[in-house]
T-cell receptor, first 113, second 119 residues
Framework: GDSVTQMEGPVTLSEEAFLTINCTYT??????LFWYVQYPGEGLQLLLK?????DKGSNKGFEATYRKETTSFHLEKGSVQVSDSAVYFC????????????FGAGTRLAVHP | DAGITQSPRHKVTETGTPVTLRCHQT?????MYWYRQDPGHGLRLIHY???????DKGEVSDGYSVSRSKTEDFLLTLESATSSQTSVYFC??????????????????FGPGTRLTVL
């Protein structure tokens, strides 16, 4: 079945460092891909998405490119801030319809001043 | 803000008691979902609904039932709670239509979560 694999955390960075969180997927068909972010004590918020191969999603300085040849959707940011500390989830849309999502295990990011 | 609320936000209960969690939306989204979040597992789908009275099982449905009698409400019931059901539960919605499908049609919007502890 479809699945999403994320790099294990926690990831600890200093402010202004470059961030990469790896995400790879296994899927039938051509799913949409998503990154969600969860701040402490809150629900998940959509960070960015891509709906087809070579699409680049971007938001708040974060970017991810849908790479069909490597089945990857890695999240990057050029200069992280303390306020980016959160848990990040990669997800794909289930091919069965109904907009169902399959999530990775999540990667916790801690940014220190 | 997609207009989605969950109640209660926190609950402590004892093994063997029934528990019902409520999800309420004000945005007329077609699809509604219940997930549980546990360390190391991300979010796992429990049940979902694709319309009033139309529901189906997700990945981890054993021990849970759901009902959707109105577009805006989706209830999750634990008939007899067990300690393994201690978790954080999230409701999500998607599939809002207005004429042509908006670009956000396949996005899911999440509620604030319910922390359930079963002693």
């Amino acid at each position: 079945g479809d699945s999403v694999t994320q790099m294990e955390g926690p990831v600890t960075l200093s402010e202004e460092a470059f961030l990469t969180i790896n995400c790879t997927y296994t899927a039938t068909g051509y799913p949409s891909l998503f990154w969600y972010v969860q701040y402490p004590g809150e629900g998940l918020q959509l960070l960015l998405k891509a709906t087809k191969a070579d699409d680049k999603g971007s938001n708040k300085g974060f970017e991810a490119t849908y790479r069909k040849e490597t089945t990857s959707f890695h999240l990057e940011k050029g200069s992280v801030q303390v306020s980016d500390s959160a848990v990040y989830f990669c997800a794909l849309s289930d091919a069965g319809g109904y907009n169902k999502l399959i999530f990775g295990a999540g990667t916790r990011l801690a940014v220190h001043p | 803000d997609a207009g989605i609320t969950q109640s209660p936000r926190h609950k402590v209960t004892e093994t063997g008691t029934p528990v019902t969690l409520r999800c309420h939306q004000t945005e007329n989204h077609r699809y509604m979902y219940w997930y549980r979040q546990d360390p190391g597992h991300g979010l796992r789908l429990i049940h979902y609904s694709y319309g009033v009275k139309d529901t189906d099982k997700g990945e981890v449905s054993d021990g849970y039932s759901v009902s959707r009698s109105k577009t805006e409400d989706f209830l999750l019931t634990l008939e007899s709670a067990t300690s393994s059901q201690t978790s954080v539960y999230f409701c999500a919605i998607s599939g809002k239509t207005s004429g042509e499908k908006p670009s956000s049609y396949n996005e899911q919007f999440f509620g604030p979560g319910t922390r359930l502890t079963v002693l």
